[in-house]
């Protein structure tokens, strides 16, 4: 018995010397940034490249924890469904008090199970937004230098469950976050990294990260199913497909139109063919295929096409295409939605952040009582025009049933007509 007790006392002291050494070893003191100015201008280069106002329009998140812990944060209403286990809590973050706790689905008090939630939840969506939070109340910004390169200390000197903690961010070369290194309350070794490497895009149009790797032993710290999206401005637009009736656009296949009657189109839109036409020029145009597209000049084919007739044609349907069809292109792929509030009314922002010619533009639209869009204002992302605005007017109901229109009004009150506008099978 003296044997094995022997045995175990060195077996801790062992273990006691290689958890000194380790310390010893990996152990970083925290680095003495400066703050200032540069400090908050790398902040702010970091949160642009994250798209930050984005972030901030998001209304819905949900993930979990490694498995355990599982979350939905109505964000914009500081409400987040905290479970785990048997237990469940609707967690007032900014009101704990309002809190309901329910433990195998029945409603009980329980104020410690609130307290837990709310650690749970401090630290749980930390590991998801933490970027986007380097201006919160209570924080402090400083430049440092990390092999070679800037980085941002932000230490957290009050709030949350573990007041003090600083975390200093590795940017990559667009100043998009890569990892962090942290001076934790929790985790004794100073300077532990964690990756922010495994980003996902949102159907919200913020990216979010899925899982981290931690230094320190390789432990996997999973989010799950991350998702974040506008549940309030999916519902506006949905009305708005429906006044419009965007199913029969959706079985609509042929649209012939004008723009300004300089240029005229016909549109097969089950194969996506279109025939552009302007001046002594037609283009059959493969808008997904660019390669098969033909050039006629006064009606004779080109043998060796013009591919820069090509891409001007691929152009003018993008733009021209899009003051036809716009409402019926909420849903798009790369399209974020959010709701903008304008005299006291919704408004259902629209951005492209990605296809067609501008990717990253952006337009409010205003509706009437019956959800049909009567104007937008356009932010195109050039910065040429912010806030114009142009009216959606002279609505008809097309052969094919769907709803289109005929002529806009341009900020100055310059006419632009959509010719003679047909939609059939």
Same mark, same amino acid.
């Given at each position: 018995?003296? *044997? ?67 979350? *939905? ?15 469940? +809590? ?10 309901? $706790? ?5 409603? &009980? ?19 998801? $937004?933490?970027?986007?939070? +380097? ?26 469950? !573990? ?31 964690? !990756? ?47 006044? $419009?009736?965007? *199913? ?34 037609? +283009? ?10 033909? +050039? ?57 952040? #990605? ?8 337009? &409010? ?9 009567? #104007? ?20 008809? !109901? !097309? ?27």
């Amino acid at each position: 018995m003296k *044997k094995l007790f022997k045995f175990i006392g060195l077996f801790f002291l062992l273990l006691i010397i290689v958890g000194g050494i380790y310390y010893f070893i990996n152990n970083e003191p925290l680095p003495q940034g400066k703050k200032g100015k540069e400090a908050d201008a790398l902040a702010i280069k970091m949160l642009n490249a994250l798209h930050h106002e984005t972030y901030e329009n998001t209304e819905i998140l949900e993930w979990s924890f490694r498995g355990s812990n599982f979350y *939905k944060w109505q964000k914009n209403e500081d409400i987040a469904t905290v479970s785990w286990d048997n237990n469940k +809590v609707v967690l007032h973050t900014k009101q704990p008090n309002l809190s309901e $706790v329910f433990v195998n689905a029945k409603k &009980v008090k329980n104020p410690k199970l609130i307290k837990k939630a709310t650690n749970y939840f401090n630290n749980d969506s930390f590991w998801l $937004v933490a970027p986007y939070k +380097v201006f919160d109340k209570d924080t402090e910004r400083r430049l440092v230098k990390h092999d070679g390169k800037d980085a941002l200390l932000v230490t957290y000197t009050s709030g949350g469950s !573990t007041p003090g903690d600083s975390y200093l961010w590795i940017l990559d070369e667009n100043y998009f976050p890569i990892a962090y290194k942290m001076w934790t309350k929790i985790i004794p070794i100073g300077g532990v990294s964690a !990756t922010w490497s495994d980003w996902k895009k949102t159907d919200a149009g913020i990216q979010l990260p899925t899982k981290h790797m931690l230094s320190l032993f390789g432990i996997e710290i999973s989010m799950g199913d991350v998702k974040a999206y506008n549940q309030n401005a999916d519902d506006l637009a949905n009305k708005i497909l429906k006044a $419009v009736k965007h *199913k029969a656009y959706k079985n609509t296949r042929y649209l012939e139109w004008s723009f300004a009657d300089k240029r005229h189109f016909k549109w097969d839109k089950e194969k996506h063919i279109v025939d552009v036409s302007w001046d002594s020029v037609k +283009v059959n145009l493969h808008p997904a295929n660019i390669k098969n597209s033909t +050039v006629y000049f006064n009606s004779v084919k080109q043998e060796n096409p013009s591919q820069k007739i090509i891409k001007k044609a691929w152009n003018i349907f993008n733009n021209d295409s899009f003051w036809l069809v716009a409402p019926h292109k909420l849903f798009d792929d790369g399209v974020v939605r959010n709701i903008i509030n304008i005299d006291d009314k919704d408004a259902l922002q629209v951005t492209y952040t #990605s296809g067609g010619t501008t990717p990253g533009d952006a337009y &409010v639209w205003i509706l009437d009582t019956n959800y049909i869009p009567k #104007s937008y204002k356009m932010y195109l992302k050039n910065g040429r025009i912010t806030g114009t605005p142009a009216t959606w007017e002279d609505w008809i !109901t !097309t052969k094919s049933g769907t709803l289109l229109p005929t002529n806009h009004t341009l900020g100055k009150g310059k006419q632009l007509s959509m010719g003679t506008v047909k939609a059939y099978n």
